[in-house]
């Protein structure tokens, strides 16, 4: 069984090419709680499908420059899990089906940063 989202907001950290062929990428999002202080809700690798494909030759910026800033995205997808019973663990898996860049890579720090998750 899957679990579906539709319009969520991620930060993308990196991407990498998977054995497979497919591409995956490093994302996060984030909420702020009662104090005001943002916490992490999910970090984690996203494989891409359909008509986030395209997304994959988006050119992230490099961690190392001074002011990148990773790139933030609306994706749709969905999540499902799997409970391996040899290590007892659950394993999630997640895949964007639908990319929209909210920003351009390599834009530099913005002023207001309190909207920036």
Same mark, same amino acid.
């Given at each position: 069984?899957?679990?579906? =989202?539709?319009?969520?907001?991620?930060?993308?950290?990196?991407?990498?090419?998977?054995?497979? +062929?497919?591409?995956?990428?490093?994302?996060?999002?984030?909420?702020? %709680?009662?104090?005001?202080?943002?916490?992490?809700? =999910?970090? +984690?690798?996203?494989?891409?499908? +359909?008509?986030?494909?395209?997304?994959?030759?988006?050119?992230? &910026?490099?961690?190392?420059?001074? %002011?990148? @800033? &990773?790139?933030?995205?609306?994706?749709? +997808?969905?999540? @499902?899990?799997?409970?391996?019973?040899?290590?007892?663990?659950?394993?999630?898996?997640?895949?964007?089906? @639908?990319?929209?860049?909210?920003?351009?890579?390599? %834009?530099?720090?913005?002023?207001?940063?309190?909207?920036?998750?």
């Amino acid at each position: 069984m899957a679990l579906w =989202f539709n319009d969520t907001y991620f930060t993308v950290w990196d991407k990498r090419k998977n054995d497979s +062929g497919t591409v995956s990428l490093l994302i996060s999002n984030s909420s702020k %709680n009662k104090a005001g202080e943002w916490n992490q809700d =999910f970090r +984690g690798w996203a494989t891409l499908a +359909g008509a986030a494909k395209p997304f994959a030759n988006v050119q992230l &910026p490099d961690s190392s420059e001074n %002011n990148a @800033r &990773p790139v933030r995205i609306k994706a749709n +997808g969905y999540m @499902r899990n799997h409970y391996d019973k040899e290590y007892k663990k659950t394993m999630w898996y997640l895949t964007l089906t @639908r990319i929209e860049a909210l920003d351009a890579p390599n %834009n530099s720090q913005s002023e207001d940063d309190d909207d920036w998750c």
